[in-house]
């Protein structure tokens, strides 16, 4: 049996879960270890069954409990090529650190990880898809545009993390500078509600029946608005919430495991 879990979601700190009662990886770890290790407890998951960090690009809130964590509890750290650049560059690359780079298919905890390209403004950011068992579960975030390799990596995937980072009319009208907004809407910037449920649809008629809404902006966004974009855009498809399909959106925080 899979679980999947969204420990934290959004621009404060990311990290999920993902693995069976044997063992598991985290996607990200961008929030301090502390944080992690009592998530995970508060879960009934020992950190010591945690077998790799899965890192999907190089910005802040995505590695910043990488050092502590995976160097204390000896947990291999897997990565590409150009996020090992870049956490460099950032000056955030540490000796103490077992840093390993991806190749096409990488097995840790008896499950099967690959990862495919995705359009942000960094080096070279990835998504993952992860296959344990029969399951397959795809996470997807940070991604200004939902680009053909993503398109044929997610798509038949039984869960589907994916970005809905903001509303459109609230970024427009909100407080972000113009050449921030810009960034936000750009092809290398995050999706929007609308980009993301219109990916639902697709996703849904190739086969994946749960979906989980991540990545929110705090100041751009709501929960509900999030859940009721997509819930309307599927409705229009002919899909039917808890017939169809499941969805969920990943809380900052306290994100709940589901089972596959």
Request: proline residues 2%; contains cysteine; hydrophobic residues 40%.
């Amino acid at each position: 049996m899979a679980r999947f879990c969204p420990l934290f979601s959004g621009s404060s700190g990311n990290s999920t879960y993902i693995g069976t009662g044997d063992g598991g990886i985290l996607i990200d770890a961008g929030v301090s270890a502390a944080k992690i290790k009592k998530a995970l407890g508060e879960r009934d998951i020992d950190l010591s069954h945690i077998q790799g960090i899965f890192v999907t690009h190089e910005h802040i809130d995505h590695i910043s409990g990488i050092k502590v964590l995976a160097s204390k509890n000896n947990i291999p750290v897997y990565l590409t090529e150009g996020t090992l650049q870049g956490i460099k560059e950032r000056g955030m690359y540490y000796d103490t650190v077992d840093y390993r780079i991806l190749g096409d298919e990488t097995v840790a905890a008896d499950m099967k990880i690959t990862h495919f390209a995705t359009s942000h403004d960094c080096i070279d950011s990835c998504g993952y898809v992860v296959q344990v068992g029969d399951r397959k579960i795809a996470v997807c975030t940070d991604l200004g545009v939902v680009t053909d390799e993503v398109k044929n990596a997610i798509s038949g995937c039984d869960l589907v993390m994916l970005e809905s980072n903001h509303d459109i009319m609230m970024l427009q009208n909100g407080k972000y500078d113009y050449a921030l907004k810009r960034r936000v809407m750009s092809d290398v910037g995050h999706l929007s509600n609308n980009a993301c449920s219109g990916e639902l649809v697709r996703l849904l008629n190739s086969g994946s029946t749960q979906f989980v809404l991540a990545h929110l902006s705090r100041d751009n966004n709501t929960p509900d608005l999030a859940f009721e974009t997509a819930k309307s855009t599927l409705f229009l498809a002919g899909a039917q919430e808890s017939v169809d399909y499941l969805l969920t959106v990943a809380p900052p925080s306290e994100g709940k495991i589901i089972t596959l």
